[in-house]
C-alpha cells in the first residue's frame, strides 16, 4: 500500500500542520498547492474507518478540528481566486503542500 499509515496520530499532526500552513499562507494572499492533501486524507480516513469502532472512536474530535480547518482553509483559497479573478489582492509564491 501506498505511503501506509503508521501511527495515526503522527499523519493527523502532519496533516493538521499542513493545513494550518497553508492557511496561514493562504490567508496571507499566497497560492497553495494542495495536491497530495487529498490523498492524504483520504488514506487517514480509510485507515480509521477499518478500525473497531471503540478504537476509531478517539480521533472523532481531532478529525472534526481538521474538517473545520480545511473548510477554512477552502473559504480562503475561494476568497484568493475570487480576489485574484477580480485583479485585486498581494499574490506570491505557491506553497507546495506535498512535501
Do not use: T, W
Not at 12 to 33: C, F, M, Q, T
Request: net charge negative; charged share 25%; aromatic share 4%.
Amino acid at each position: 500500500m501506498k505511503n501506509a499509515i503508521q501511527d495515526p496520530n503522527a499523519e493527523i499532526e502532519d496533516i493538521e500542520r499542513l493545513v494550518g500552513e497553508a492557511l496561514e499562507h493562504a490567508g496571507a494572499g499566497g497560492a497553495v498547492n494542495l495536491s497530495d492533501l487529498d490523498d492524504r486524507a483520504n488514506r487517514l480516513c480509510e485507515y480509521l474507518l477499518a478500525l473497531p469502532a471503540l478504537e476509531a472512536r478517539p480521533y472523532a474530535a481531532r478529525l472534526e478540528s481538521l474538517i473545520d480547518r480545511m473548510n477554512a482553509l477552502e473559504d480562503a483559497m475561494a476568497a484568493n481566486y475570487n480576489a485574484l479573478s477580480s485583479g485585486v489582492g498581494p499574490f506570491g509564491p505557491v506553497l507546495q503542500a506535498n512535501r
